[in-house]
């Protein structure tokens, strides 16, 4: 292409010096006139300059050359670049495309040229590569977007562009020249990219929200071991009050068996074993006057009743003969004998069989408990105790009209030297049973035990 420009330039000068001289022979035709001298020096002038001329129109003809070899250049350069190239004018319209740029969207070069590149935009890109444009005609500076565009077959591609205005080959005409690379592989690695940060994300959040769940349950499960241990605290407290007070009750309940053997069953034995000694001795009935045999099996009659009573005291033989139910009724029967002012309303109605063994003294123990606190502090006129089925186990309850007390006053709980409210509760709860307390001053007093079994 250099050659053909050269060839071309020559042939306009050969034809630019016939003018010349054609013109140099009409200015100068009267040169005859002048003298010779004067013709010699003009025509050393002209000769200088010709050659002037010709040395001008040498470095011109180089300078062509040299423009057309750097234009070839540019073009070889446009043509194989390994980007795609675009020329647009201000409506859109391709006007030049380069190999690469034909070759992302398919087409032959040729196919492209004043074609509306919108079409070669994807749907949702549309608003994009309009914004694009618009910025980039407007402000004059490069625009960088990213687009989504699609092929002659259908295919998308993402593409990033870069655009700047040029000026075009009309007057006052501007146009977009822009550079199109394909950014497929790193969109879908920012896809996937994305998509695993909501992954990660999603699985942060599930684990949080797990470390959540498990530190609230650990919270609960930590509120839970507290309110154990202070539970723990609180019955090893009163474990310890109720092992001091059965201690105490344990020593007052031998003193008072000690006093009693001493008091009254010792002193008989003692003065039987006498009058039975001197009788051996003197051979006779009995030495002792207004003593006889007779006073001497009575004696010994009263020790036996007195240490059955006693007995009876520790562990009643009627509960282990006759079962609980005739234990009870007993109980009632020598409550009311010995306790002349209080009347005994009985309601035993439980069934014997179904009772399990090791509850039947905890029944008679409650009961024994609830009874003489009535004895020695209500002041009751009646007494109402029953026992019944329930449909899957048993009930005690124990009222009376007595003066009653205030349930929440600690106080109270032991009722005297006994061990009271705290003893029939400690009874009930080890026996996994329910115990009810309820009372009111000058009312009298309800406690209602249920087991269920």
């Known amino acids: ?50 050659i002037e001329l010709e040395m001008q129109n040498e470095e011109l003809r180089k300078a062509q050359v040299e423009l057309a070899e750097s234009r070839d250049r540019y073009f070889d350069l446009y043509d194989f670049a390994p980007v795609g190239y675009f020329t647009l004018d201000e409506k859109g319209l391709i006007v030049e495309a380069n190999l690469a740029g034909a070759e992302l969207l398919g087409f032959e070069r040729a196919s492209l040229m004043k074609k509306g590149f919108s079409q070669f935009v994807a749907p949702g890109s549309q608003d994009a590569f309009y914004s694009h444009r618009k910025r980039a005609l407007a402000s004059g500076t ?125 002193q008989s034995l003692v003065a039987a074993r006498l009058f039975l000694r001197l009788s051996l001795d003197a051979k006779v009935d009995c030495p002792l006057p207004g003593v006889s045999m007779e006073r001497v099996f009575s ?42 002012g209080i009347e005994v309303k009985r309601e035993i109605t439980a069934q014997e069989e179904g009772i399990p063994t090791e509850l039947k003294i905890v029944i008679y123990r409650i ?17 109402k105790v029953f026992l019944r089925n329930r449909k899957d186990g048993i009930e005690l309850g124990i009222e009376d009209d007595g003066a009653g007390f205030d349930v929440n006053d600690p106080t109270q709980q032991g009722l005297g030297t006994g061990i009271g409210l705290s003893s029939m509760r400690e009874r009930a709860h080890l026996s996994e049973g329910a115990i009810s307390i309820q009372s009111r001053k000058g009312i009298g007093t309800t406690v209602v035990v249920s087991w269920h079994y």
């Open 1 to 50: 292409m250099a050659r053909k420009t050269g060839a071309k330039n020559g042939q306009e000068f050969k034809e630019l010096r016939k003018l010349a001289e054609k013109s140099l022979r009409k200015r100068f035709a009267d040169l005859g006139e002048f003298p010779v001298e004067d013709t010699r020096k003009l025509v050393e002038e002209l000769r200088i300059h010709q």
């Open 142 to 266: 490069r625009q960088v977007s990213d687009l989504e565009l699609k092929r002659k077959d259908g295919r998308l591609f993402y593409a990033q562009f870069q655009s700047v205005v040029v000026e075009g080959k009309e007057a006052n005409a501007i146009q977009l020249r822009t550079a199109i690379v394909d950014i497929t592989r790193r969109k879908l690695a920012e896809v996937a990219l994305s998509e695993s940060h909501s992954q990660l994300e999603g699985r942060i959040e599930e684990r949080t929200t797990e470390l959540r769940v498990t530190n609230a349950d650990l919270q609960k499960e930590i509120e839970e071991r507290k309110r154990m241990g202070e539970s723990l605290k609180k019955s090893a407290s009163g474990l310890r009050f109720l092992s001091s007070r059965l201690l105490t009750i344990q020593e007052a309940e031998r003193r008072q068996i000690a006093l009693e053997l001493h008091d009254s069953i010792a």
């Open 299 to 340: 004696m010994l009659g009263d020790c036996v009743d007195e240490l059955r009573r006693i007995i009876d005291g520790l562990r009643p033989s009627v509960l282990t003969d006759l079962g609980v139910t005739n234990a009870v009724e007993s109980f009632c029967a020598k409550f009311q004998s010995l306790n002349k």
């Open 367 to 383: 009961l024994q408990e609830a009874m003489n606190n009535i004895s020695r502090h209500s002041g009751a006129k009646t007494v």
